[in-house]
Protein backbone atom coordinates (compact mmCIF):
# COMPACT_ATOMS: atom_id res chain seq x y z
CA UNK A 1 0.00 0.00 0.00
CA UNK A 2 1.03 3.86 -0.34
CA UNK A 3 4.43 4.57 1.57
CA UNK A 4 5.45 7.89 2.23
CA UNK A 5 8.95 8.84 2.89
CA UNK A 6 10.41 12.56 3.43
CA UNK A 7 14.47 13.99 4.61
CA UNK A 8 16.33 16.73 5.00
CA UNK A 9 19.63 15.44 5.00
CA UNK A 10 22.86 16.66 4.32
CA UNK A 11 23.38 13.58 2.22
CA UNK A 12 22.05 13.15 -1.30
CA UNK A 13 17.83 13.30 -0.96
CA UNK A 14 17.09 11.25 -4.11
CA UNK A 15 19.86 8.78 -3.40
CA UNK A 16 17.92 8.26 0.46
CA UNK A 17 14.88 8.41 -0.94
CA UNK A 18 15.48 5.80 -3.66
CA UNK A 19 16.65 3.65 -0.86
CA UNK A 20 13.80 4.49 1.64
CA UNK A 21 11.60 3.63 -1.13
CA UNK A 22 13.16 0.52 -1.99
CA UNK A 23 12.30 -0.85 1.35
CA UNK A 24 9.12 -0.13 1.79
CA UNK A 25 8.47 -1.87 -1.62
CA UNK A 26 7.32 -5.16 0.43
CA UNK A 27 4.23 -3.13 1.48
CA UNK A 28 2.91 -3.46 -2.65
CA UNK A 29 2.81 -0.57 -4.96
CA UNK A 30 2.18 0.41 -8.56
CA UNK A 31 3.91 3.70 -9.49
CA UNK A 32 6.06 5.81 -7.83
CA UNK A 33 7.39 9.14 -7.69
CA UNK A 34 10.24 11.56 -5.95
CA UNK A 35 10.46 15.51 -5.50
CA UNK A 36 13.66 16.84 -4.28
CA UNK A 37 14.46 21.26 -3.89
CA UNK A 38 16.59 22.53 -6.19
CA UNK A 39 19.52 24.83 -5.29
CA UNK A 40 17.37 27.34 -6.97
CA UNK A 41 14.04 27.09 -4.81
CA UNK A 42 12.41 25.14 -7.34
CA UNK A 43 11.98 20.96 -7.21
CA UNK A 44 13.04 18.25 -9.57
CA UNK A 45 9.71 15.63 -9.99
CA UNK A 46 10.15 12.29 -11.03
CA UNK A 47 7.72 9.97 -11.68
CA UNK A 48 7.01 6.42 -13.06
CA UNK A 49 4.63 3.43 -13.36
CA UNK A 50 7.50 1.09 -12.71
CA UNK A 51 9.62 -0.10 -10.17
CA UNK A 52 12.02 2.12 -7.83
CA UNK A 53 15.01 0.81 -9.80
CA UNK A 54 13.23 2.18 -12.98
CA UNK A 55 13.27 5.72 -11.35
CA UNK A 56 16.99 5.27 -10.02
CA UNK A 57 17.95 4.69 -13.45
CA UNK A 58 16.39 7.60 -15.01
CA UNK A 59 18.18 10.28 -12.20
CA UNK A 60 21.26 8.48 -13.57
CA UNK A 61 20.35 9.48 -16.80
CA UNK A 62 19.47 13.00 -16.50
CA UNK A 63 22.23 16.13 -16.81
CA UNK A 64 23.27 16.76 -13.36
CA UNK A 65 21.22 19.49 -11.11
CA UNK A 66 22.28 21.47 -8.02
CA UNK A 67 19.77 20.14 -5.64
CA UNK A 68 19.40 20.35 -2.25
CA UNK A 69 19.07 17.48 0.84
CA UNK A 70 15.26 18.36 0.78
CA UNK A 71 12.74 15.97 -0.85
CA UNK A 72 9.99 13.59 -0.29
CA UNK A 73 9.14 10.12 -2.13
CA UNK A 74 6.11 7.98 -2.73
CA UNK A 75 4.76 4.61 -3.94
CA UNK A 76 1.13 4.49 -4.66
CA UNK A 77 -1.14 1.57 -4.70
CA UNK A 78 -4.04 2.82 -6.46
CA UNK A 79 -7.42 3.72 -5.36
CA UNK A 80 -8.50 7.25 -7.05
CA UNK A 81 -7.71 7.25 -10.70
CA UNK A 82 -5.78 4.67 -12.94
CA UNK A 83 -2.11 3.56 -12.50
CA UNK A 84 -0.20 6.49 -14.85
CA UNK A 85 2.73 8.73 -14.48
CA UNK A 86 0.16 11.97 -13.98
CA UNK A 87 -1.62 9.87 -11.21
CA UNK A 88 1.30 9.38 -9.47
CA UNK A 89 2.54 11.43 -6.28
CA UNK A 90 3.65 13.95 -5.79
CA UNK A 91 1.31 16.25 -6.71
CA UNK A 92 1.90 19.70 -6.73
CA UNK A 93 -0.63 23.03 -6.51
CA UNK A 94 -0.98 25.65 -8.79
CA UNK A 95 1.82 27.60 -8.24
CA UNK A 96 4.13 23.94 -8.72
CA UNK A 97 6.01 25.08 -5.04
CA UNK A 98 3.63 22.62 -2.67
CA UNK A 99 4.96 19.13 -3.02
CA UNK A 100 2.48 16.35 -1.15
CA UNK A 101 2.28 13.18 -0.91
CA UNK A 102 -0.93 11.23 0.77
CA UNK A 103 -1.15 7.99 2.25
CA UNK A 104 -5.18 7.09 2.61
CA UNK A 105 -8.43 7.98 1.13
CA UNK A 106 -10.19 11.49 0.97
CA UNK A 107 -14.19 10.74 1.05
CA UNK A 108 -15.35 14.11 0.64
CA UNK A 109 -12.72 14.85 -2.23
CA UNK A 110 -15.23 15.39 -4.76
CA UNK A 111 -17.01 18.05 -2.35
CA UNK A 112 -13.32 19.68 -2.01
CA UNK A 113 -12.35 19.42 -5.77
CA UNK A 114 -15.47 21.25 -6.75
CA UNK A 115 -14.98 24.04 -4.28
CA UNK A 116 -11.39 24.27 -5.67
CA UNK A 117 -12.00 24.16 -9.39
CA UNK A 118 -14.73 26.55 -9.09
CA UNK A 119 -12.02 29.00 -7.27
CA UNK A 120 -9.98 28.55 -9.92
CA UNK A 121 -7.73 25.82 -9.18
CA UNK A 122 -6.04 24.11 -11.66
CA UNK A 123 -6.19 19.96 -11.44
CA UNK A 124 -3.28 18.11 -12.96
CA UNK A 125 -4.30 14.53 -12.27
CA UNK A 126 -7.22 12.44 -11.18
CA UNK A 127 -6.59 11.46 -7.46
CA UNK A 128 -8.29 12.76 -4.49
CA UNK A 129 -4.67 13.68 -2.68
CA UNK A 130 -4.38 16.24 -5.27
CA UNK A 131 -7.34 18.36 -3.53
CA UNK A 132 -4.20 18.93 -0.20
CA UNK A 133 -2.02 20.52 -2.53
CA UNK A 134 -4.56 23.05 -3.51
CA UNK A 135 -5.86 23.22 -0.05
CA UNK A 136 -2.57 24.31 1.27
CA UNK A 137 -1.57 26.54 -1.60
CA UNK A 138 -5.11 28.76 -0.07
CA UNK A 139 -4.01 28.60 2.96
CA UNK A 140 -0.01 29.86 2.23
CA UNK A 141 -1.78 32.64 0.06
CA UNK A 142 -3.72 33.44 3.17
CA UNK A 143 -0.24 33.78 5.25
CA UNK A 144 -0.85 30.90 7.21
CA UNK A 145 2.28 29.18 8.25
CA UNK A 146 3.30 25.82 6.71
CA UNK A 147 2.57 23.56 9.66
CA UNK A 148 -0.75 25.33 10.65
CA UNK A 149 -1.21 25.14 6.94
CA UNK A 150 -1.22 21.24 6.74
CA UNK A 151 -3.25 21.19 10.55
CA UNK A 152 -6.18 23.12 8.98
CA UNK A 153 -5.98 20.96 5.70
CA UNK A 154 -6.29 17.73 7.73
CA UNK A 155 -9.19 19.23 9.50
CA UNK A 156 -10.67 19.90 5.84
CA UNK A 157 -10.52 16.30 4.82
CA UNK A 158 -12.57 13.59 6.36
CA UNK A 159 -11.12 10.04 5.92
CA UNK A 160 -8.16 8.76 7.63
CA UNK A 161 -4.09 9.11 5.59
CA UNK A 162 -0.58 10.42 6.28
CA UNK A 163 0.48 13.45 4.79
CA UNK A 164 3.98 15.29 3.98
CA UNK A 165 4.01 18.30 2.23
CA UNK A 166 7.02 20.11 0.81
CA UNK A 167 7.63 23.67 -0.23
CA UNK A 168 10.13 24.04 -2.71
CA UNK A 169 10.54 27.95 -2.20
CA UNK A 170 11.91 27.67 1.26
CA UNK A 171 12.38 23.62 1.63
CA UNK A 172 10.14 23.36 4.32
CA UNK A 173 8.43 19.91 4.79
CA UNK A 174 5.94 18.98 7.37
CA UNK A 175 4.00 15.90 7.95
CA UNK A 176 0.56 14.99 9.58
CA UNK A 177 -1.92 11.81 9.72
CA UNK A 178 -5.02 10.85 10.80
CA UNK A 179 -5.61 7.24 11.43
CA UNK A 180 -2.55 6.37 10.10
CA UNK A 181 0.64 5.21 10.43
CA UNK A 182 3.40 8.22 9.78
CA UNK A 183 6.70 7.98 11.65
CA UNK A 184 9.59 10.90 12.20
CA UNK A 185 13.63 10.31 13.50
CA UNK A 186 16.46 11.92 13.72
CA UNK A 187 20.12 11.28 12.84
CA UNK A 188 23.55 13.05 13.04
CA UNK A 189 22.59 13.24 8.70
CA UNK A 190 19.41 14.31 9.02
CA UNK A 191 15.65 14.38 9.69
CA UNK A 192 13.22 11.80 8.32
CA UNK A 193 9.62 11.22 7.67
CA UNK A 194 8.04 7.64 6.94
CA UNK A 195 5.06 5.42 6.91
CA UNK A 196 7.33 2.88 8.54
CA UNK A 197 10.47 2.56 10.26
CA UNK A 198 12.31 0.18 7.63
CA UNK A 199 12.65 3.26 5.78
CA UNK A 200 15.20 4.63 8.15
CA UNK A 201 17.38 1.29 8.18
CA UNK A 202 20.22 1.59 10.18
CA UNK A 203 20.59 5.92 10.02
CA UNK A 204 18.91 6.03 13.16
CA UNK A 205 18.48 4.69 17.03
CA UNK A 206 15.11 5.75 17.56
CA UNK A 207 11.88 7.21 16.41
CA UNK A 208 8.66 8.62 17.37
CA UNK A 209 5.44 7.78 16.22
CA UNK A 210 2.81 10.89 14.99
CA UNK A 211 -0.21 10.74 16.94
CA UNK A 212 -3.96 12.45 15.42
CA UNK A 213 -3.60 16.21 16.54
CA UNK A 214 0.16 16.24 15.74
CA UNK A 215 2.06 18.23 13.07
CA UNK A 216 5.67 17.60 12.41
CA UNK A 217 8.44 19.73 10.70
CA UNK A 218 11.74 18.23 9.63
CA UNK A 219 14.00 20.68 11.17
CA UNK A 220 17.11 20.27 13.77
CA UNK A 221 15.52 19.79 16.05
CA UNK A 222 11.96 17.95 14.83
CA UNK A 223 9.86 20.60 15.24
CA UNK A 224 6.34 19.36 16.67
CA UNK A 225 3.05 21.80 16.74
CA UNK A 226 -0.52 21.16 15.96
CA UNK A 227 -3.13 20.65 18.92
CA UNK A 228 -1.48 18.13 21.42
CA UNK A 229 0.05 19.30 24.50
CA UNK A 230 2.89 16.77 24.67
CA UNK A 231 5.23 15.14 22.45
CA UNK A 232 5.16 11.32 21.51
CA UNK A 233 7.64 9.45 23.33
CA UNK A 234 10.64 7.97 21.36
CA UNK A 235 10.68 4.71 20.51
CA UNK A 236 14.24 2.48 20.01
CA UNK A 237 14.82 1.29 17.08
CA UNK A 238 16.74 -1.23 16.55
CA UNK A 239 17.39 -2.62 12.89
CA UNK A 240 17.51 -5.72 11.90
CA UNK A 241 19.71 -5.51 9.27
CA UNK A 242 19.70 -8.06 6.40
CA UNK A 243 16.50 -7.95 5.50
CA UNK A 244 16.51 -7.28 2.01
CA UNK A 245 19.28 -9.69 1.58
CA UNK A 246 18.39 -12.81 0.15
CA UNK A 247 20.81 -14.71 1.22
CA UNK A 248 21.35 -16.58 -2.55
CA UNK A 249 17.47 -17.53 -2.58
CA UNK A 250 15.73 -16.76 -6.21
CA UNK A 251 13.17 -14.75 -4.23
CA UNK A 252 11.73 -13.50 -0.97
CA UNK A 253 9.12 -15.90 -0.57
CA UNK A 254 11.13 -18.97 -1.33
CA UNK A 255 13.12 -17.60 1.54
CA UNK A 256 10.11 -17.62 4.15
CA UNK A 257 8.84 -20.42 3.03
CA UNK A 258 11.88 -22.51 4.33
CA UNK A 259 12.15 -20.03 7.17
CA UNK A 260 8.89 -21.40 8.58
CA UNK A 261 10.59 -25.06 10.69
CA UNK A 262 12.87 -23.00 12.21
CA UNK A 263 10.82 -20.65 13.29
CA UNK A 264 8.17 -22.58 14.98
CA UNK A 265 11.07 -24.03 16.99
CA UNK A 266 11.97 -20.55 18.02
CA UNK A 267 8.34 -19.71 18.83
CA UNK A 268 7.65 -22.77 20.36
CA UNK A 269 11.11 -22.11 22.73
CA UNK A 270 9.80 -18.41 23.66
CA UNK A 271 6.22 -18.71 24.21
CA UNK A 272 5.53 -22.95 24.44
CA UNK A 273 6.45 -23.43 28.46
CA UNK A 274 4.16 -20.30 29.29
CA UNK A 275 1.44 -21.42 27.75
CA UNK A 276 1.18 -25.07 29.76
CA UNK A 277 1.53 -23.01 32.92
CA UNK A 278 -0.88 -19.97 32.11
CA UNK A 279 2.51 -17.53 32.53
CA UNK A 280 1.63 -16.37 28.68
CA UNK A 281 -2.20 -14.99 29.51
CA UNK A 282 -1.12 -13.74 33.15
CA UNK A 283 1.43 -11.27 31.83
CA UNK A 284 -0.99 -10.36 29.34
CA UNK A 285 -3.11 -8.51 32.59
CA UNK A 286 -6.14 -9.25 30.85
CA UNK A 287 -9.07 -9.93 32.70
CA UNK A 288 -11.24 -12.82 32.67
CA UNK A 289 -13.30 -13.56 29.39
CA UNK A 290 -16.21 -15.93 28.79
CA UNK A 291 -15.91 -15.88 24.56
CA UNK A 292 -13.64 -14.98 21.95
CA UNK A 293 -13.90 -13.27 18.55
CA UNK A 294 -11.02 -13.32 16.37
CA UNK A 295 -10.84 -10.21 14.25
CA UNK A 296 -8.59 -10.30 11.01
CA UNK A 297 -8.36 -10.26 6.88
CA UNK A 298 -6.72 -12.03 4.22
CA UNK A 299 -4.39 -14.83 5.79
CA UNK A 300 -4.64 -13.38 9.20
CA UNK A 301 -8.48 -14.48 9.29
CA UNK A 302 -7.25 -18.09 8.50
CA UNK A 303 -4.79 -17.95 10.93
CA UNK A 304 -7.70 -16.25 13.64
CA UNK A 305 -9.69 -19.49 12.42
CA UNK A 306 -7.40 -22.26 13.42
CA UNK A 307 -6.77 -20.45 16.79
CA UNK A 308 -10.74 -20.15 17.40
CA UNK A 309 -10.98 -23.74 16.79
CA UNK A 310 -8.43 -24.38 19.48
CA UNK A 311 -10.65 -22.15 21.82
CA UNK A 312 -13.45 -24.14 20.78
CA UNK A 313 -12.52 -27.47 21.12
CA UNK A 314 -9.98 -27.25 24.07
CA UNK A 315 -11.81 -25.23 26.11
CA UNK A 316 -15.28 -25.98 24.78
CA UNK A 317 -15.32 -21.69 24.80
CA UNK A 318 -17.56 -19.67 21.84
CA UNK A 319 -14.66 -18.44 19.88
CA UNK A 320 -15.98 -17.09 16.21
CA UNK A 321 -13.88 -15.15 13.49
CA UNK A 322 -14.94 -12.15 12.32
CA UNK A 323 -14.10 -10.68 8.65
CA UNK A 324 -12.75 -7.14 9.70
CA UNK A 325 -14.47 -5.20 6.96
CA UNK A 326 -17.79 -6.98 7.76
CA UNK A 327 -17.16 -6.19 11.37
CA UNK A 328 -19.87 -3.30 12.10
CA UNK A 329 -23.00 -5.94 12.41
CA UNK A 330 -21.22 -8.31 14.85
CA UNK A 331 -22.88 -8.82 17.97
CA UNK A 332 -20.24 -9.25 20.97
CA UNK A 333 -21.60 -10.59 23.99
CA UNK A 334 -20.54 -9.27 27.63
CA UNK A 335 -17.05 -10.72 28.31
CA UNK A 336 -15.76 -11.22 24.54
CA UNK A 337 -12.24 -11.12 24.09
CA UNK A 338 -11.55 -9.65 21.09
CA UNK A 339 -8.20 -11.06 19.38
CA UNK A 340 -7.20 -8.91 16.73
CA UNK A 341 -4.74 -10.67 14.18
CA UNK A 342 -2.75 -8.64 11.93
CA UNK A 343 1.15 -9.27 10.70
CA UNK A 344 1.18 -5.51 9.67
CA UNK A 345 -0.81 -4.15 12.59
CA UNK A 346 -1.69 -1.59 10.14
CA UNK A 347 -4.78 -3.03 8.30
CA UNK A 348 -7.52 -0.20 8.41
CA UNK A 349 -10.23 -2.44 8.21
CA UNK A 350 -9.19 -3.55 11.16
CA UNK A 351 -8.50 -0.73 12.98
CA UNK A 352 -11.89 1.09 11.98
CA UNK A 353 -13.23 -2.24 12.80
CA UNK A 354 -12.33 -2.00 16.17
CA UNK A 355 -13.72 1.92 16.82
CA UNK A 356 -17.24 0.37 16.18
CA UNK A 357 -19.41 1.34 19.03
CA UNK A 358 -20.32 -2.81 19.27
CA UNK A 359 -16.20 -2.87 20.28
CA UNK A 360 -16.52 -0.48 22.79
CA UNK A 361 -16.95 -3.09 25.81
CA UNK A 362 -14.54 -5.45 25.07
CA UNK A 363 -10.72 -5.73 25.98
CA UNK A 364 -8.49 -6.34 22.74
CA UNK A 365 -5.45 -8.29 22.56
CA UNK A 366 -3.40 -8.04 19.40
CA UNK A 367 -1.30 -10.69 17.70
CA UNK A 368 0.66 -8.85 15.20
CA UNK A 369 4.65 -9.08 13.71
CA UNK A 370 4.66 -5.49 14.44
CA UNK A 371 4.90 -4.24 17.99
CA UNK A 372 5.75 -0.15 16.66
CA UNK A 373 2.12 -0.52 15.15
CA UNK A 374 -1.43 1.12 14.74
CA UNK A 375 -3.01 -1.65 16.71
CA UNK A 376 0.02 -2.54 18.98
CA UNK A 377 -1.01 1.19 20.35
CA UNK A 378 -4.77 0.66 20.24
CA UNK A 379 -4.68 -2.73 21.81
CA UNK A 380 -4.85 -3.45 25.57
CA UNK A 381 -2.66 -6.19 25.27
CA UNK A 382 -0.13 -7.37 23.14
CA UNK A 383 1.85 -10.43 21.80
CA UNK A 384 4.35 -10.84 19.27
CA UNK A 385 4.23 -13.39 16.67
CA UNK A 386 8.05 -12.72 15.84
CA UNK A 387 8.52 -14.21 12.41
CA UNK A 388 11.17 -11.40 11.67
CA UNK A 389 10.26 -9.13 8.54
CA UNK A 390 8.10 -10.89 5.87
CA UNK A 391 9.07 -8.86 2.20
CA UNK A 392 6.92 -11.33 0.00
CA UNK A 393 2.94 -9.71 -0.03
CA UNK A 394 1.50 -13.33 0.41
CA UNK A 395 1.65 -14.22 3.73
CA UNK A 396 4.10 -17.39 4.19
CA UNK A 397 5.62 -17.28 7.82
CA UNK A 398 3.86 -14.90 9.16
CA UNK A 399 0.93 -17.19 8.97
CA UNK A 400 2.83 -19.86 10.89
CA UNK A 401 3.90 -17.52 13.22
CA UNK A 402 0.20 -16.63 14.05
CA UNK A 403 -1.09 -19.87 14.45
CA UNK A 404 1.49 -21.16 16.84
CA UNK A 405 1.44 -18.11 19.02
CA UNK A 406 -2.35 -17.70 18.60
CA UNK A 407 -2.78 -20.90 20.33
CA UNK A 408 -0.05 -20.71 22.52
CA UNK A 409 -2.51 -18.15 23.94
CA UNK A 410 -5.43 -19.84 23.66
CA UNK A 411 -4.45 -22.72 25.54
CA UNK A 412 -2.51 -20.12 28.35
CA UNK A 413 -6.03 -18.36 28.95
CA UNK A 414 -7.46 -21.74 29.02
CA UNK A 415 -5.49 -23.37 31.29
CA UNK A 416 -5.63 -19.78 33.89
CA UNK A 417 -9.22 -19.85 33.38
CA UNK A 418 -9.58 -23.55 34.51
CA UNK A 419 -10.84 -24.45 31.10
CA UNK A 420 -8.79 -27.01 30.03
CA UNK A 421 -7.86 -30.13 31.42
CA UNK A 422 -4.65 -29.56 33.14
CA UNK A 423 -3.28 -32.71 32.84
CA UNK A 424 -4.30 -32.42 29.22
CA UNK A 425 -1.84 -29.25 28.37
CA UNK A 426 1.39 -31.39 28.43
CA UNK A 427 0.64 -34.15 25.89
CA UNK A 428 -1.19 -30.09 24.10
CA UNK A 429 2.54 -29.08 24.52
CA UNK A 430 4.25 -31.78 23.42
CA UNK A 431 2.41 -31.83 19.98
CA UNK A 432 2.92 -28.19 19.34
CA UNK A 433 6.38 -29.07 20.14
CA UNK A 434 6.30 -31.79 16.94
CA UNK A 435 5.53 -28.57 14.87
CA UNK A 436 8.92 -27.86 13.49
CA UNK A 437 10.11 -31.24 12.54
CA UNK A 438 6.74 -32.00 11.07
CA UNK A 439 7.52 -28.56 8.87
CA UNK A 440 10.89 -29.70 7.93
CA UNK A 441 9.77 -33.25 7.13
CA UNK A 442 6.80 -31.39 4.82
CA UNK A 443 9.15 -28.65 3.79
CA UNK A 444 11.23 -31.47 1.90
CA UNK A 445 8.43 -33.62 0.55
CA UNK A 446 6.68 -30.45 -0.91
CA UNK A 447 10.04 -28.91 -2.88
CA UNK A 448 10.50 -32.43 -4.02
CA UNK A 449 6.61 -33.15 -5.69
CA UNK A 450 5.25 -29.96 -5.98
CA UNK A 451 7.32 -28.49 -8.92
CA UNK A 452 6.17 -30.86 -11.26
CA UNK A 453 2.66 -31.21 -10.76
CA UNK A 454 2.70 -27.36 -10.64
CA UNK A 455 4.15 -27.24 -14.30
CA UNK A 456 0.81 -30.05 -15.54
CA UNK A 457 -1.63 -27.45 -14.23
CA UNK A 458 0.10 -24.48 -16.21
CA UNK A 459 -2.95 -24.80 -18.40
CA UNK A 460 -5.65 -25.27 -16.06
CA UNK A 461 -8.09 -22.24 -15.25
CA UNK A 462 -8.93 -22.79 -11.63
CA UNK A 463 -8.50 -24.87 -8.53
CA UNK A 464 -10.49 -26.49 -5.66
CA UNK A 465 -9.55 -26.68 -2.43
CA UNK A 466 -10.94 -29.25 -0.21
CA UNK A 467 -10.37 -30.14 3.76
CA UNK A 468 -13.32 -31.45 6.58
CA UNK A 469 -12.49 -29.93 10.06
CA UNK A 470 -9.48 -27.99 10.23
CA UNK A 471 -8.83 -28.99 7.31
CA UNK A 472 -10.99 -26.90 6.14
CA UNK A 473 -9.09 -23.30 7.25
CA UNK A 474 -5.24 -24.94 5.65
CA UNK A 475 -8.05 -25.37 1.86
CA UNK A 476 -9.03 -21.46 2.87
CA UNK A 477 -5.01 -20.33 2.96
CA UNK A 478 -4.41 -22.88 -0.09
CA UNK A 479 -6.96 -21.46 -1.72
CA UNK A 480 -5.80 -17.77 -1.47
CA UNK A 481 -2.42 -18.39 -1.92
CA UNK A 482 -2.89 -19.69 -5.41
CA UNK A 483 -5.42 -16.97 -5.94
CA UNK A 484 -3.07 -13.97 -4.89
CA UNK A 485 -0.07 -15.79 -6.29
CA UNK A 486 -1.51 -17.27 -9.92
CA UNK A 487 -3.91 -14.80 -10.83
CA UNK A 488 -5.89 -18.05 -11.19
CA UNK A 489 -9.79 -18.62 -9.37
CA UNK A 490 -9.49 -20.74 -6.49
CA UNK A 491 -12.07 -22.23 -4.17
CA UNK A 492 -12.22 -23.85 -1.21
CA UNK A 493 -15.10 -25.60 -0.03
CA UNK A 494 -15.46 -27.83 3.48
CA UNK A 495 -15.14 -31.25 1.56
CA UNK A 496 -19.06 -32.20 2.65
CA UNK A 497 -20.57 -29.33 1.06
CA UNK A 498 -19.47 -30.22 -2.38
CA UNK A 499 -22.28 -32.71 -2.83
CA UNK A 500 -24.51 -29.29 -2.20
CA UNK A 501 -23.47 -27.85 -5.82
CA UNK A 502 -20.00 -26.82 -5.95
CA UNK A 503 -19.12 -30.42 -7.58
CA UNK A 504 -20.81 -29.38 -11.02
CA UNK A 505 -17.89 -27.64 -11.08
CA UNK A 506 -16.36 -31.22 -11.43
CA UNK A 507 -15.16 -32.39 -14.34
CA UNK A 508 -12.43 -34.69 -16.28
CA UNK A 509 -9.07 -32.85 -15.75
CA UNK A 510 -10.52 -30.24 -13.15
CA UNK A 511 -7.72 -29.94 -10.83
CA UNK A 512 -8.79 -30.27 -7.07
CA UNK A 513 -6.59 -30.26 -4.02
CA UNK A 514 -7.62 -31.71 -0.78
CA UNK A 515 -6.18 -31.81 2.74
CA UNK A 516 -6.58 -35.29 3.79
CA UNK A 517 -6.44 -35.21 7.85
CA UNK A 518 -7.45 -38.63 7.96
CA UNK A 519 -10.96 -40.29 8.09
CA UNK A 520 -13.94 -42.72 6.70
CA UNK A 521 -15.65 -38.76 5.62
CA UNK A 522 -13.05 -37.57 3.69
CA UNK A 523 -11.82 -40.68 1.79
CA UNK A 524 -15.72 -40.46 0.37
CA UNK A 525 -14.99 -37.04 -0.37
CA UNK A 526 -11.96 -38.12 -2.51
CA UNK A 527 -14.21 -40.98 -4.05
CA UNK A 528 -16.53 -38.49 -5.12
CA UNK A 529 -14.28 -35.93 -6.96
CA UNK A 530 -12.21 -39.09 -8.50
CA UNK A 531 -15.46 -40.34 -9.87
CA UNK A 532 -15.69 -37.15 -12.22
CA UNK A 533 -12.44 -37.48 -13.44
CA UNK A 534 -10.76 -34.89 -11.32
CA UNK A 535 -6.99 -34.24 -11.39
CA UNK A 536 -6.62 -35.15 -7.70
CA UNK A 537 -4.02 -33.98 -4.99
CA UNK A 538 -3.98 -34.93 -2.34
CA UNK A 539 -1.67 -33.69 0.64
CA UNK A 540 -2.53 -36.28 3.57
CA UNK A 541 -0.30 -39.52 5.36
CA UNK A 542 1.66 -42.18 3.43
CA UNK A 543 0.07 -42.68 -0.22
CA UNK A 544 -1.19 -39.44 -0.86
CA UNK A 545 0.05 -37.28 -4.07
CA UNK A 546 1.93 -35.30 -1.38
CA UNK A 547 2.85 -37.61 1.82
CA UNK A 548 3.12 -34.26 4.05
CA UNK A 549 1.65 -35.02 6.75
CA UNK A 550 3.58 -37.18 8.69
CA UNK A 551 3.36 -37.59 12.47
CA UNK A 552 0.59 -35.26 13.03
CA UNK A 553 -2.01 -38.28 11.86
CA UNK A 554 -0.30 -40.76 14.13
CA UNK A 555 -0.40 -39.11 17.65
CA UNK A 556 -3.80 -36.58 17.53
CA UNK A 557 -4.04 -35.26 20.84
CA UNK A 558 -7.78 -34.53 22.32
CA UNK A 559 -9.91 -36.89 20.03
CA UNK A 560 -8.01 -36.58 17.05
CA UNK A 561 -7.58 -32.93 17.25
CA UNK A 562 -3.78 -31.61 17.24
CA UNK A 563 -3.20 -27.74 18.73
CA UNK A 564 -3.12 -26.38 15.14
CA UNK A 565 -4.79 -28.60 13.43
CA UNK A 566 -2.33 -30.08 10.37
CA UNK A 567 -0.40 -27.10 10.07
CA UNK A 568 2.19 -28.67 7.92
CA UNK A 569 -0.33 -29.23 5.31
CA UNK A 570 0.02 -25.28 4.57
CA UNK A 571 3.88 -25.59 3.13
CA UNK A 572 2.64 -27.77 -0.52
CA UNK A 573 0.19 -25.44 -0.73
CA UNK A 574 2.58 -22.54 -0.36
CA UNK A 575 5.05 -24.58 -3.02
CA UNK A 576 2.46 -24.97 -5.14
CA UNK A 577 1.49 -21.25 -5.09
CA UNK A 578 4.97 -20.08 -6.06
CA UNK A 579 6.04 -22.70 -8.14
CA UNK A 580 2.74 -22.25 -10.36
CA UNK A 581 2.95 -18.42 -10.27
CA UNK A 582 6.58 -19.05 -11.57
CA UNK A 583 5.94 -21.21 -14.47
CA UNK A 584 2.75 -18.63 -15.36
CA UNK A 585 5.68 -15.96 -15.48
CA UNK A 586 4.36 -14.09 -12.35
CA UNK A 587 6.30 -11.95 -9.36
CA UNK A 588 5.79 -13.89 -6.66
CA UNK A 589 6.93 -11.33 -4.13
CA UNK A 590 5.04 -8.65 -5.55
CA UNK A 591 1.64 -9.91 -6.87
CA UNK A 592 -0.05 -7.49 -9.25
CA UNK A 593 -3.22 -5.63 -7.22
CA UNK A 594 -1.92 -6.31 -3.98
CA UNK A 595 -0.73 -4.62 -0.95
CA UNK A 596 1.14 -6.09 2.35
CA UNK A 597 0.16 -3.34 4.54
CA UNK A 598 -3.37 -2.27 3.49
CA UNK A 599 -4.30 1.25 5.17
CA UNK A 600 -7.57 1.87 3.25
CA UNK A 601 -10.80 0.81 3.99
C1 LIG B 1 -3.36 -7.95 2.55
C2 LIG B 1 -2.25 -8.91 2.20
C3 LIG B 1 -2.56 -10.28 2.76
C4 LIG B 1 -2.83 -10.18 4.25
C5 LIG B 1 -3.94 -9.18 4.57
C6 LIG B 1 -4.06 -8.90 6.05
O1 LIG B 1 -4.53 -8.25 1.84
O2 LIG B 1 -2.08 -8.98 0.80
O3 LIG B 1 -1.44 -11.14 2.54
O4 LIG B 1 -3.17 -11.44 4.74
O5 LIG B 1 -3.64 -7.93 3.93
O6 LIG B 1 -2.92 -8.20 6.47
P1 LIG B 1 -2.46 -8.09 7.97
O7 LIG B 1 -1.26 -7.17 7.93
O8 LIG B 1 -3.59 -7.47 8.73
O9 LIG B 1 -2.15 -9.43 8.44
Redesign the pocket.
Known amino acids: MCGIVACRTTDSAPEYLCEALEALEYR?YDSVGIAVQTVGGGALRLRSVHRVAELVERMADLPPRDLTGAGIGHTRWATHGGVSERNAHPHTDCTGSVHVVHNGIIENCEELRTTLVSAGHLFSSDVDSEVIAHLVEDELVRGVDLAAALGHTIELCEGSGAIVVMDSHSGRIVGASRHAPLVVAASPNGTFLASDISAFGPRVASFQVLRDGDVVELAVPVRWTGTNTDWPVAVAHTWAGTELDLHGYPDHMAKEIDEQPELAGRILDRVGADATNGALWRSLELPDFDRVAIV??????NAGGIVAAAFRRFGIMPAETVIASEAADAVLGPRTLVIA???????AD?LHALDGENFAHCQVLAI??NPHSSLARRANAIVECSAGHEIG???TK?FVAQVLTGVAVAISALHELGRVNRSNTQSILDDLRRMPDLLAQSLTVAKDIVPPLAAELADSLGVIFLGRGAGVVYAAEGA?KLK?LTYRWAQHYPAGELKHGPLALVEEGTPVVIVDSGGARIAGNIAEVAARGARLITIGGAGSTIPALGRSLLAPVDNGFQPCGPLECVIPMQVLARELALVLGRDVDKPRN?????TVE
Do not use: F, R
Not at 296 to 301: A, E, I, Q, R
Not at 341 to 347: A, I, N, P
Not at 594 to 598: D, F
Open positions: GGCGTSLMSQSGETITNVAATLELAKSV
